[in-house]
T-cell receptor
Framework: AQTVTQSQPEMSVQEAETVTLSCTYDTSESDYYLFWYKQPPSRQMILVIRQEAYKQQNATENRFSVNFQKAAKSFSLKISDSQLGDAAMYFCAYRRLLSGNTPLVFGKGTRLSVIA | NAGVTQTPKFQVLKTGQSMTLQCAQDMNHEYMSWYRQDPGMGLRLIHYSVGAGITDQGEVPNGYNVSRSTTEDFPLRLLSAAPSQTSVYFC???????????FGPGTRLTVL
């Protein structure tokens, strides 16, 4: 079974600085997606970024980028120029690229605080 | 598009009561799913559906029923609520079983 591990329960960053959140996963599949979701206090699950495993190029969305290391099964999220609105729980998630039962498998989350 | 909507936002039940959590999406997505979120546990899959008329169990299905009579709606029924079902429930949908899932706003359920 696939598992996702986020080893940092809590992180903090100064406003305007850069922070990296770690995620590792375990799978025997070769094709899959990886995601980072943000959950602010409102509870809404918001997609931050997505990476297809067959793509070697790391995904980037504005201030958010990933470092995807397929062989190491590592998928870290880098937030540049951190803003107060970035404070939230961040969940790393995995999804197989198949039909049928393909739920998201989540890590337990990292709570990010942004210090003004 | 309203995206994925869930009602109610909050609910308090007594042990043994039944209720239905509603989920609807207007994006014509085939794949819909229900997750529960408990402190320190991330999100865990309860039930999912790959299309109208097709449902199946996820990781934690006990105590819950689902049906999918239309593409748009995917209600989650609690048959006899228990305190262990106190949680935040999320509905999600995606175009297929291999796409990004989009989440509703969640329902916070408390069972006394």
């Amino acid at each position: 079974a696939q598992t996702v591990t986020q080893s940092q329960p809590e992180m903090s960053v100064q406003e305007a600085e850069t922070v990296t959140l770690s995620c590792t996963y375990d799978t025997s599949e070769s094709d899959y997606y990886l995601f980072w979701y943000k959950q602010p206090p409102s509870r809404q699950m918001i997609l931050v970024i997505r990476q297809e495993a067959y793509k070697q190029q790391n995904a980037t969305e504005n201030r958010f980028s990933v470092n995807f290391q397929k062989a190491a099964k590592s998928f870290s999220l880098k937030i540049s120029d951190s803003q107060l609105g970035d404070a939230a729980m961040y969940f790393c998630a995995y999804r197989r690229l198949l039909s049928g039962n393909t739920p998201l498998v989540f890590g337990k989350g990292t709570r990010l605080s942004v210090i003004a | 598009n309203a995206g994925v909507t869930q009602t109610p936002k909050f609910q308090v039940l007594k042990t043994g009561q039944s209720m239905t959590l509603q989920c609807a999406q207007d994006m014509n997505h085939e794949y819909m799913s229900w997750y529960r979120q408990d402190p320190g546990m991330g999100l865990r899959l309860i039930h999912y559906s790959v299309g109208a008329g097709i449902t199946d169990q996820g990781e934690v299905p006990n105590g819950y029923n689902v049906s999918r009579s239309t593409t748009e709606d995917f209600p989650l029924r609690l048959l006899s609520a228990a305190p262990s079902q106190t949680s935040v429930y999320f509905c999600a949908s995606s175009p297929t079983s291999a796409d990004t899932q989009y989440f509703g706003p969640g329902t916070r359920l408390t069972v006394l």
